[in-house]
């Protein structure tokens, strides 16, 4: 009837915003991005904690190994600048803004921390919003893994960057993730080849 409701979505760099279209589906039915970058590192502790091979690693197909990833989105302290708490007042205070993006196979590309957040809050009994239901936009088929990282960096890049200082503020990004890296030797002025990808791929911006 024409009224299918639109999102528009950056999903390529140099085209214009796709309107793709906005669902609202059941919360439970989509799955974690186990290639998250920022959670690279843990991967491997958490394997170990859990009893897991992390020579095989985890399986998103499985609820359990889903759950971990679930703890890792929530207990991870340098996922993300901004904590779990506030994220969690925010949405109790304003509900689900924007929609999570997800491949076509209902894999989350972008909102895996938001979604893992109002998990938690239905789990909890919460009744302030509707947590047990998503708003989502699925990815157009076919997109690359270069593509699909290169979307999920761009909408994770501060929005009120301004123009005129964007270098400096790149700069204090850049600074900023590598202060909160973890490294094994405990300075990042003797980090293995691994952790050096592992930073490019998280804090690496714009020239840098």
Not at 111 to 133: I, S, Y
Request: contains cysteine; negative net charge.
């Amino acid at each position: 009837h024409e009224i299918q409701k639109k999102f528009p979505v950056p999903v390529y760099s140099d085209q214009a915003d796709v309107e793709l279209d906005l669902y609202i589906i059941d919360i439970t039915t989509v799955s974690y991005n186990f290639k998250n970058g920022r959670l690279r590192k843990y991967l491997k502790f958490a394997c170990r904690q859990n009893n897991i091979d992390p020579e095989v690693g985890l399986d998103d197909e499985n609820p359990e190994h889903q759950k971990i990833i679930h703890n890792l989105q929530l207990n991870t302290k340098s996922y993300s600048h901004r904590s779990v708490a506030s994220l969690k007042d925010d949405l109790k205070l304003k509900g689900q803004q924007k929609p999570v993006y997800a491949t076509e196979n209902g894999v989350l590309w972008n909102g895996n921390r938001r979604t893992a957040v109002m998990r938690e809050l239905l789990d909890e009994g919460n009744t302030e919003k509707e947590w047990a239901r998503l708003k989502i936009v699925f990815l157009p088929e076919g997109l690359t893994p270069i593509q699909l990282r290169d979307l999920e960096k761009r909408e994770q890049e501060e929005p009120d960057t301004k123009e005129d200082y964007g270098r400096v503020n790149e700069m204090i990004e850049c600074r900023r993730g590598i202060d909160e890296y973890t490294f094994d030797s405990g300075d990042y002025t003797s980090a293995t080849q691994d952790e050096q990808k592992e930073i490019i791929a998280e804090v690496g911006v714009g020239e840098w």
